[in-house]
């Protein structure tokens, strides 16, 4: 039986449309699981979408539609926006699915050992749906940075998840890396908020909650969109109705920085209450900025990705947020440096030098054989440096490592200037184009995780028959 792997990413909240954010999660796993599966690797790969709580309940009410039609009608623009980015997950889950439902039902009843009732008061930020510390309420001045909006004082009677339990078994696993949390700054930000964590509350009365999974055996409570959220991960496998060992735990958990604390505190305190083992490794990237600004509809700064996809294309997409948006920092988008990116690197660097070489090809009957083709494939994953890269989840330097050599290949190809040994010793000439070619063919398996439609568009044109092909990147 083949080796098998789980990779996972953020489930958005479709209350909203697509957003270059939400690309990331979704990008940086497509790429590790192209890279796994190249490798032989049965990747299983989970994407889909968060479709309860209030947040979403109101919007389909203000647009007067029924919630299910509006969800299920938001869930299809994300996968079509997962297919435009080519982005290829073996999984789709959505939270309002019956076996999703009905799953998480089972799993409440697997916790309840570690589960209380109490009333609680305290600052709530409905946009965040939780409660916040008064030390953060008071860190903040009352108002949440995420959502610009006051904090309300609620009064609930809810259940509590016994975070307290867990917490000495949760830093134990982040201080020994057996759950790595990557970027290591962020390790430290959450081991220090795990010490002040609270239990959490993982329901809400009905009458302030309606649409979400019931809480079983209790007809007044719901239960908190976060726990339902976060079960997705091993409902999608069919816990607790099928054995999933051989899926989990997930070998990499993607999500964005803001929701770490939930994947990396809450999440953990779950799986332990369940006796599941923790996920391998939580990745959490930085955010998109524009300017240095955070996106938001006040400021009129939001990035639409299908604009860009649109006007460019999937795989000057990819390359720009996967090159440069650091895959663990904030990182700028803006136009300028999108364009730069595309006319300088993919257009210039890439697009220009396969054009030579193809045309220097054909021109001196250069036949690159299957073989050659497919024994460059195998042979640069031995390429020590990008696979460490790669396996350590470095995703933005490993394509930079990648294009480090389409740049050296350019110096090259003009030191060697096989257009002018041509004329005077045309089998030396071949000999050049030949190592030249080889050469390109091993850069392009290194970009093959990131750039799909380009790689398999460069093997075509360097095939057995050569030939010059149409502009890959035609200057904008
Ligand atoms: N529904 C929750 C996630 C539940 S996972 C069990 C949620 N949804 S979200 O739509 O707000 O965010 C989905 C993903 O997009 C998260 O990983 C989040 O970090 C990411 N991003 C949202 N805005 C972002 C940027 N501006 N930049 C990068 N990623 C950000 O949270």
Redesign the pocket.
Known sequence: MSKTLYITT????VNGVP????A??YLLADVYARFEKAQGIDVRFQAGT?EHGNKIFNKAKNLNIPTEQYVAKNAAIFQDFIEKLNVKPTDFIRTSNPDHCRRVQKIWKKLEKHIYSATYEGWYCSGCERFVTDKEYDENLGICPDHQTTYEKLSEENYYLRISDFKDQIRNAIESDAMKILPEFRKKEILKLLDDSPDVSISRPKKNLSWGIPVPDNDNQVMYV?ID??A??ITVLGYPEEDISNYWPAVIQF?????LR?HAIIWPAILLALDLPLPKTILS?????VNGQ??SKTIGNVINPLDILNKYGVDPFRYFFLRHIDTFEDSDFTWDRFDDAYNNELANDLGNLVQRLAVLSSKNSISLSQHLIDETKAATIEDQEYVNLMNSCKFSKALDYAWQKIKSLNKEINDRQPWAVAKTDPENAKQILLDLDYKLLEANSLLAPFLPETVSKISNVFGTEIGPGSPLFPKQ
């Open positions: 953020a489930i958005p909240y957003h270059v954010g939400h990331l999660d968060d976060w959220a976060l997705n991960y999500v964005g920085k803001d929701i939930f990237h930085g955010h998109v900025l955070k996106m």
